[in-house]
């Protein structure tokens, strides 16, 4: 990376500079043809430290109701409701914002969503930010929760353990395409792909996977709901 030297740019323009350099090297290979420029990218806040996202353009309609949400400060303190050790940190329920403490969130339905975008490669890898199901009804099966988003927490899988799980998929109907990089990915990095085909990924952790980490560390009630709770703020980088 070439020096910036010493000049007035501000503190947060030098951390987008290094950001749009490093980022690529985070996203899933299916992703990394795109110019890292090209991305919006949110910095979220939490108690615990402090992520950045790449956003992707694959997911056009997801894109860009986070980003209208980021702008307009709906996603300013609500919680990150609940935290499962090995599997995912969701957040975005509009009634955390003012939740009396220890009660269960994010329960409420979304009767309108987004429809499901799945595309080849982004996988459900650590760190991925996707989509919450709108709901468990089959009027609102395929559907995303405009709302609720999580990340990604997960576990190593062995490519074997990949293939019986995508066995098992197929025969629910969501079946998935793995590339040799995805295969390497969830070996190396882990994740969840039992729900691969089944939420729309939208964004990657490309900077704080340790803030994730951490997050699981989170002492949590009997509904998986923080006992301290932990507000979150953003902003778009760029």
């Given at each position: 990376m070439p020096k910036i030297g010493k000049s007035t740019m501000p503190w947060y323009t030098k951390a987008v500079v290094f950001m749009t350099l490093s980022v690529v090297q985070w996203l899933p290979m299916a992703a990394r043809a795109q110019s890292a420029t090209l991305r919006?990218?949110?910095e979220v806040r939490t108690r615990l430290g402090t992520m950045v996202v790449a956003l992707y353009n694959e997911t056009p309609e997801h894109r860009d109701l986070f980003l209208a949400r980021v702008r307009s400060g709906t996603m300013d303190s609500?919680?990150?409701h609940r935290i499962v050790p090995g599997f995912?940190?969701?957040?975005?329920?509009p009634a955390s914002k003012n939740a009396a403490p220890g009660v269960p969130l994010g329960l409420d339905p979304d009767t309108v969503g987004l429809p499901l975008t799945v595309v080849p490669g982004l996988i459900h890898?650590?760190?991925a930010l996707?989509?919450?199901?709108a709901g468990d009804t089959p009027a609102?099966?395929?559907?995303s929760h405009r709302d609720r988003f999580y990340f990604v927490l997960g576990v190593p899988y062995a490519p074997s353990e990949l293939e019986r799980i995508n066995t098992r998929s197929a025969a629910h109907g969501?079946?998935?395409t793995y590339s040799e990089n995805d295969r390497s990915d969830y070996a190396t990095e882990g994740g969840q792909p039992r729900l691969d085909g089944t939420c729309t990924v939208f964004g990657q952790v490309v900077s704080g996977l340790e803030v994730l980490d951490a997050l699981a560390q989170e002492p949590c009630n009997t509904w998986d709901r923080p006992m301290e709770d932990i507000p979150i703020s953003m902003r778009i980088l760029q």
């Amino acid at each position: 990376m070439p020096k910036i030297g010493k000049s007035t740019m501000p503190w947060y323009t030098k951390a987008v500079v290094f950001m749009t350099l490093s980022v690529v090297q985070w996203l899933p290979m299916a992703a990394r043809a795109q110019s890292a420029t090209l991305r919006p990218m949110i910095e979220v806040r939490t108690r615990l430290g402090t992520m950045v996202v790449a956003l992707y353009n694959e997911t056009p309609e997801h894109r860009d109701l986070f980003l209208a949400r980021v702008r307009s400060g709906t996603m300013d303190s609500v919680l990150l409701h609940r935290i499962v050790p090995g599997f995912v940190v969701e957040g975005g329920d509009p009634a955390s914002k003012n939740a009396a403490p220890g009660v269960p969130l994010g329960l409420d339905p979304d009767t309108v969503g987004l429809p499901l975008t799945v595309v080849p490669g982004l996988i459900h890898r650590k760190g991925a930010l996707a989509a919450a199901p709108a709901g468990d009804t089959p009027a609102l099966q395929g559907r995303s929760h405009r709302d609720r988003f999580y990340f990604v927490l997960g576990v190593p899988y062995a490519p074997s353990e990949l293939e019986r799980i995508n066995t098992r998929s197929a025969a629910h109907g969501t079946p998935f395409t793995y590339s040799e990089n995805d295969r390497s990915d969830y070996a190396t990095e882990g994740g969840q792909p039992r729900l691969d085909g089944t939420c729309t990924v939208f964004g990657q952790v490309v900077s704080g996977l340790e803030v994730l980490d951490a997050l699981a560390q989170e002492p949590c009630n009997t509904w998986d709901r923080p006992m301290e709770d932990i507000p979150i703020s953003m902003r778009i980088l760029q």
